[in-house]
Each structure stands twice: as C-alpha cells, then as structure tokens.
C-alpha cells in the first residue's frame, strides 16, 4: 500500500554550457551544405561543454539549481539517481560527487543510470518508486549528457551538451506526476561498445521502427490508463533527437505546433540525449500555470520510451522562477566557436602524452 | 663584547643554461673560488651552510649538504653541513644562518653556498617546482603559478597606484643595461623598453622580459669571525645588519597585496640593528624576480613612498650614475636567478662593489650596501646591511 | 597521486567550507582550528562557516604560461576574489571572454573541472568563479543558512569532523 497518492515534482533544475557551434561551421569541414543540412535537421547550433565542463558539473550545477530555489534541506534527500550516456568515469558514480555537492550525503542511495537518450526519465522513475512507496522523502533524478558524434557523421550535427535535475517527492508539488509508463524492447537502432569513442547507429533504421513505434505506442498506453486525449493537453515534450522527429511525432500522436512549441529546444541547442526531453520539461515547467496539464515521453535507443501525465499545481507560483535564470535564458546566452576549437575542446585532437 | 661577522671571501659562477655542468660541479666551482679568495684552508672551516630551493624537484636529489659538503673536499673533517631553505630566499636565510653560528661563537669561519641546477628538468615542471613555494592546495591546485601571482599584485599595484606597463618595462630595461656590464650575468644585451613591452605574454600584464629566468648557478661566501677578519683579509666587508622576517604563505591571505610586510619588517630590523638609516645605502641588490617585485622592492625598503616605485623605476634614480643604484650586477632578471644561489650572489656583488672591484659597474665610494632576498610570495625575505672601508 | 590528499578538501573545494572564530568573528577560508588573531583564546570557538559564494574580483591574470595540466585551457584567467564574508581566496574565472574580466567585477561560484590525474586518473571539481550575470551558480542566501546548519559541530584539525 503506497504512502501517499500523490507523487511529483518538488523542484528542478537546468544547466546548458553557453559554447555553441552552428550546423553550417560543423557542414563547412565536410564539404557539405550548411544551410541544407540545417534545415533538413531543423538543427541550427548545438551546445558545446568547455574545457571544465562533464556531466558531472552540469549534474550538479543542475541539482544546486533545484535545491536553492526550493531551499531544500539537503537531508530530506534519499536517493540520486544520474542518466547519461558520457559519465566522466566508467567505473565511479557521477551520483556521489552530486550528493557531496549538495551535501546530501551520507545518508542516502545512490547510483548513475544508462538507457541512451532515456536515462534521465528512468531515473526520474526509480526516484519516483522510492519516494512514492515512503522509502525516502525525496528523490532526484538527473538527465544529462555531453555526448559526442563521430566527425562527419550526421549525429555530430546534434550530440550536445545539458542536463535537468527533477526532485522528486509527496508533498509540496509543483507538478503532480499522474502517471508514468513505458515502452521497452530489444531494438538495435543506436549503440556504442565498451571502448569505443563514438556511437554507432542503424541509419534510416532509427526512425520509425525506434523512436516512431516506441515514442507512439508509449503516448497511446499512457493516455488510455489515464483516459486523455491529445487536446487536454496545455503542452507536449517528446524526446528530440533534431528539430524534425519530434514534431513529426508530435503530429502524429495529434498535439499542435503551439503545444509543443516551449519545449523544443534541439533546433538551438542540439540533441542533449539524456537531458532531452527533461530539459524541454523544464523550459515548459518555466512558464507553466496552475492547472496546466503536460504530456513528456522520453526515448532512449536500445530501445524504450518513458511517457509522463503532468499536472501543474498551485505550488509553482511560490516557486522562484528567475527571468535570468530560465532554460530560455540559459539558450539565449550563447557563446559561438568555431571548429578548431569545438575539436580542441572535444578531444578530437590527438595530442602527446 | 659582541661578536661581528665578516665577510673575507667570494666566488661565483657565469649563470645560465649550463648543460655541461652539474650542481656538484657548480657547487665545487663557486665554493673553490671562494676559498681562494679568503686564502684560507678548508681545514680552518668550522661549518657549511648550502641554500639551496628544491633539489629534490629538480634533481631528484635531497639530503644535499652533506653532497656539497664531500665534493667541496671537506666532509672528511665532519664539519656541520646544513641545507637551508625559504624557496628563493634560501641563500639569504643560509647567510643568516652561518651568521648567527658566528655570532653565537660556535664557529670562527663558514662557508655559506647557494646552488641551483634548474635545467635538468622541462620548462613545464621548472615553473612548476618554481612554484612549489606558493600554497599548493589553493593556489596552485587551481592552476596559479608564481608569475601569475606576481602578475596579480602588479594589477592591483596598476589599479591601486597609477603604476604602468611601462614602468615596469623601465625595472627590465635598467638591468638588462647593468648586466650587459657583468662578465658573469647570465644576459648581456641590453634590450629596448619596446621589446620589453611587447614580450611574448608570461601571464599578463607580464611577458617573458618581466621574468627573472630559469638559470643554473652556484655563489659562495667565507664569513669570518671580525677581529680575525680584518687579520686575515685585506678588504674584509663586515655585516652590520641582518634582518628576518615572514609572512603567510599564500597571497589570498594578505590583507594588501601590493606590499610586502615580510620585506618592510626585515628591512626595519637590519637598519636599526646597523645603526643606518635609508639614507646611508649607496648601492643595493633587491628581489627582482619580477619587474613588479622590484617596484615593491624600493617602496617595502623604504626608498620609495608606497605607490612610488614605479615612478622611481622610471625617473633613472635607480641606475648606474643614479643617486641609488640598484641591480648594478643586472639583478634577477639579467644576471640569472639560480633559485638558491640568488640571495648568496647579491651579496658578492655588494662586496664587490664595496671593495671597490665592481669594474665596469662600480658605484664610486661606495662604504654601505643592503641586500634584499624574497621567498616565494613575499612569505620570507631577507635583508643585510653590508659595509666596507669603500 | 593519492586520492586522500584532494579527498579531504572536497567540503572546501566544493562547498566552500570555512570556518569562523567566535570569539573576533573572523572568517577563514581555507578552514582553519585556531584563529591567526586571538591564538590560544580561539581554542574550541573556531566552528565551521558556510560562505555564500559571491564576491568581487580583487585582481586577476591571464595566465599564457601554464603548469602542467592546463595547456589546453590557455590562455585562462586566474583571480582574487574577495567575497562577501571578508576573506580572499585564489581560483580560475570563468564563463566571460579574458578581454571582459575587471577589477570590482561581481562574480558568483560555479562548480566545474579543475584539472585531472591523467587520462587514467581521478578527476578534481572544484569552484571557479563566473560573472553574477550567468544563468547558473551561486546560492540564495536563504538556502546558504540552511547549509550552516547542516554543517554545524566541532572542527577536527583544519575540517569539520565527517557526518557519521
């Protein structure tokens, strides 16, 4: 018997690096056309973790983010739970530096997470499970990535830098999760072996029989077991890989333009795999009313999506909700760079040893 | 009565890259030259004290006393062989040392040497052990090196005073000009105030000319017992003042960062105890290791008003022919900065000069000098008064 | 290189962790047991002090000549920030162009990579410093008496003793 009805969200966070490339600088290299390529992807830049930047530090800035504007005591928190597919380690928990950051610890679970671009949603979901059941008070589950696309490959027009942090809890909502769901099967459409720089892909095989079938058929199950229809819906985040697959699902599952508008970001930002469809999430929590309701599905290759029925409660307008610090602020304060120096910051150089 | 302490003897090496030569080697050749300046035997030795920064980071070797102490030939007679240091003060806190050895009548005559051999390593890791004297846990770690703390106290310096790029570029200009004059410095071309100023940047506003260099260098003195001094050598300089003092280690915990209070009160203790005032030096070899640290260098002595030096820098008071030459050897900059050897090379050149032996670059009639020697950050520093029969 | 050495410091060098002496209310940073001020006087009054993470730059360098470890980072600046509280502390400023970086300027912390052991090595996070107008860092000061709480108690040696 759970403790509470009630779970959701108690606070979050973001965190995008302020370095970007645009498409047509990355088309330039590889002799192709940059404005083309751009509007094919409806990809225009992508951000760029500096020199000091991993998905340990975006973690925490994003966390940090979530605690201060809550003022969260640090103790109530019980579990972090960390999604990406480019830990700064292999072996040794981004979750733990998180939980020492914002003196969470020691006293409470932790552990990273990886399922591709849905990482970050399932961790939201175990954080869920145990807060829900009155394991813990409060969980955090944290989507982020800075992952990287193999030179000349159309992913490194996308892979990007980001994270969002979602504190996970029983009272004091900002938004009630109503329900959670998902998709999950063996597809092979997207990987990356143990050792290898860069992912590999199934090309045209990531498309509908990926993304399409488990995006779509998540929103169906989701929106049956809680009797919706697309219209009851004040805004949609789906996971968005570029600027096209996500409004093509969109349509699809019959959201509009305008509902899905606030939380689409890849065009600016590129493709923040585990952030994905968090960071649209909290660029829509940024702007949310009372009594709004919000449809988020995340999509992780391998394959699975998780789907979300939100409903914003009256708790977001005690939440501070700075104009300076926005996900949208975060996307305006862009810092362009050219490909030398995207190649020096992302390793693609070889140096001496 | 109180014992005195003489200075009867010196020897120095040409610093520079010197490939060809190891720290025993230099050690040997500076504590030979020594000797045979003091014509006396290395039986009559009573101790050897050997400054020395960080030989372990450099040569892999610590415990090097005992080193020096054998190739110099005299470890056969079990002498106290003492490794002194203070990063690059270490030479002025070894002269202190042997002087107080005298003083208190355990010895009559100490060879006190300072070394380093800072070539056998990279440039990376030669800034790094450089910058061992600055606090590693929070300032190193975070990427600080020791120019770069310099560099900060010249901005503030900038900010705080007025001081200017070219100011500092005049420090450069002044002593490269001395060591064009000195047979052993390790520069001797003089070099424009535009080449100064547009160096290649070291960590801005100081480029490579503001630097003191890496340098490989030995230096030697035989301090003497004063009335067996003035038997013994013909021009014995006697040492009327030495002052010590310390600091905190790490800038950050300086409540103002354009002065060095280790120096002010080092300075206050080696005047009063010499019985001079300011106005009695004729000459002075002061802690140039960056063009700013001279600047602070004439304002903590009290040659300078605090905000001044860089303006006594330009005004021409501080070269050769000036009212008070400063750096005649080239200083830091322009005679080398063997890290060690430093603080022992600015006394050879104020006992030259006070023996009237500086040729070339002498001050005339010059009877009382001070030496000025800084470690790390401002964290020790040393002065001595000197005085001859001029 | 051994972890324990930057593993003690991870509440300062993540969390700027200082302390404060109740008897002058001096604030230090890093911690430290005994106050420079009132020596033996401080004994047992010196307890842990959580710094708000803003403060104002006090000088800075652009550093073109760099130690080991940070040749892919230059040119980068290196700073003095004083912060609110009073103390000065050294660290690397961030997130601005080099051209744009001013004495007096407001900065606030941020948490990011300071260097690592390596490919194969541990990694060290620690704070930078970044402009007060970045979308990311810093604390409010509501939440900051929070964290006092949280690591209030007695100090062991130059750090609080560890939560059991």
């Known amino acids: ?289 009372p009594g709004d309701r919000i449809y988020g599905c995340a999509y992780g290759s391998g394959a699975g999506a998780d789907a979300f029925d939100i409903t914003v409660t009256d708790g977001i307008d005690r939440m501070e909700r700075k104009p300076g610090e926005t996900v949208q602020a975060m996307v305006a304060d862009a810092h362009y760079i050219n490909y030398a120096e995207y190649a020096k910051l992302r390793g693609k150089i070889l140096m001496a040893e | 009565m109180a014992r005195e302490v003489g200075i009867i003897g010196v020897g120095i090496t040409k610093f520079g890259e010197v490939w060809d030569r190891s720290l025993r080697d230099l050690g040997l050749e500076a504590g030979v030259k020594a000797i045979t300046d003091a014509n006396v035997a290395s039986s009559d030795i009573d101790a050897l004290y050997v400054g020395i920064m960080s030989p372990g980071m450099f040569l892999d070797q610590e415990h090097v006393a005992p080193l020096i102490a054998d190739w110099a030939g005299i470890a056969g007679s079990h002498i106290p062989a003492t490794r002194v240091e203070a990063a690059d003060a270490s030479g002025g806190l070894a002269i202190r040392e042997a002087w107080m050895g005298i003083k208190a009548g355990l010895y009559d005559i100490v060879m006190v040497g300072g070394a380093e051999k800072m070539t056998d390593v990279g440039d990376e890791e030669a800034l790094e052990t450089l910058s061992a004297s600055v606090d590693q846990e929070w300032e190193a770690f975070f990427g600080a090196t020791l120019p770069s703390l310099y560099a900060m106290i010249a901005r503030r310096h900038m900010h705080q005073y007025g001081t200017t790029r070219e100011q500092l570029a005049h420090v450069a200009v002044k002593n490269h000009m001395h060591g064009a004059l000195n047979p052993d410095a390790q520069f001797q071309s003089k070099v424009s105030l535009d080449a100064v100023m547009s160096a290649v940047p070291v960590a801005e506003p100081l480029g490579v000319f503001d630097c003191a260099p890496f340098s490989d260098g030995a230096a030697a003195l035989v301090l003497c017992e004063w009335e067996r001094a003035k038997k013994i050598a013909e021009h014995p300089i006697k040492i009327t003042g030495s002052g010590q003092a310390g600091s905190s280690l790490s800038l950050f915990a300086r409540k103002d960062i354009t002065t060095f209070s280790a120096t002010r009160a080092a300075a206050e203790k080696a005047l009063a105890m010499s019985g001079r005032g300011l106005e009695d030096i004729q000459v002075a070899e002061v802690h140039d290791s960056y063009t700013i640290a001279e600047i602070l260098a004439v304002e903590d002595l009290g040659f300078a008003k605090k905000g001044e030096g860089g303006k006594m820098a330009e005004s021409g008071e501080t070269a050769l022919g000036g009212r008070l030459p400063i750096n005649t050897s080239g200083g830091l900059k322009a005679r080398g900065h063997p890290l060690g050897a430093t603080g022992i090379a600015q006394a050879v050149e104020i006992v030259q000069q006070l023996r009237g032996k500086a040729a070339g670059r002498q001050v005339k009639g010059a009877r009382v000098g001070l030496t000025h020697n800084v470690g790390g950050t401002g964290g020790t520093a040393l002065v001595h008064i000197l005085e001859g029969e001029g | 290189m051994a972890g324990a050495r930057f593993w003690r410091e991870k509440s300062s060098r993540y969390n700027g962790l200082g302390a404060k002496c109740h008897n002058c209310q001096k604030v230090f940073f890093p911690p430290r047991a005994l106050c420079d001020h009132c020596g033996r006087e401080s004994m047992g009054k010196v307890k842990p002090f959580q710094l708000k993470g803003m403060g104002t730059l006090h000088s800075f360098s652009v550093v073109h000549d760099p130690p080991r470890g940070f040749e892919t980072q230059i040119p980068y600046v290196v700073g003095l920030v004083e912060m609110d509280e009073g103390v000065k502390l050294t660290a690397q400023i961030v997130d601005c162009e080099p051209r744009d970086v001013q004495i007096g300027m407001r900065v606030k912390d941020v948490f990011r990579k300071v260097r690592e052991d390596g490919r194969a090595g541990v990694i060290h996070y620690a704070y930078k410093f970044a402009p007060l107008t970045s979308p990311h860092g810093g604390a409010t000061p509501a939440h900051t008496e929070a964290l006092e709480a949280a690591v209030s108690g007695p100090m062991d040696g130059a750090r609080p003793k560890q939560k059991a």
């Open chain 1, 1 to 289: 018997m759970p403790v509470s009805d009630e779970i959701g969200v108690v606070s979050y966070g973001a965190c995008i690096p302020r370095l970007r490339i645009k498409t047509e600088e990355i088309a330039k290299v590889w002799g192709k056309d940059g404005v083309a390529m751009a509007k094919g992807l409806n990809v225009h830049s992508k951000s760029v973790p500096g020199w000091d930047e991993d998905v340990i530090t975006i973690s925490v800035t994003a966390a940090r983010r979530a605690m201060y504007r809550a003022e969260i005591d640090p103790s109530r928190i019980g579990a972090i739970y960390v999604g990406s597919e480019s830990h700064p380690y292999a072996v040794k928990p981004t979750a733990t530096i998180v939980a020492e950051a914002i003196r969470a610890t020691p006293r409470l679970t932790a552990a990273d997470f990886e399922f591709a671009c849905k990482a970050g949603t399932a961790a939201i979901q175990a954080a869920m499970g145990l807060s829900k059941s009155g394991i813990i008070d409060l969980g955090m589950g944290i989507g982020a990535d800075t992952s990287q696309g193999a030179p000349g490959d159309a992913l490194e027009y996308s892979a990007s830098a980001g994270g969002a942090a979602f504190i996970i809890g029983r009272d004091d909502l900002i938004a009630r999760i109503n329900h959670t769901c998902s998709f999950t099967t063996d597809t092979p459409d997207f990987w990356r072996r143990e050792g290898q720089h860069y992912p590999s892909h199934g090309g045209r095989f990531t498309g509908v029989p990926s993304y399409f079938r488990h995006v779509l058929a998540a929103s169906e199950m989701c929106m049956e077991a809680v009797g919706t229809k697309p219209e009851d819906y004040a805004y949609a985040v789906l996971h968005q890989p570029n600027g096209k697959f996500p409004v093509r699902a969109a349509k699809q599952i019959g959201f509009n333009d305008a509902q899905i508008k606030d939380g689409l970001l890849t065009p600016y930002i590129g493709n923040t795999y585990s952030a994905s469809m968090p960071l649209g999430l909290a660029a829509i929590l940024d702007k949310a009313k």
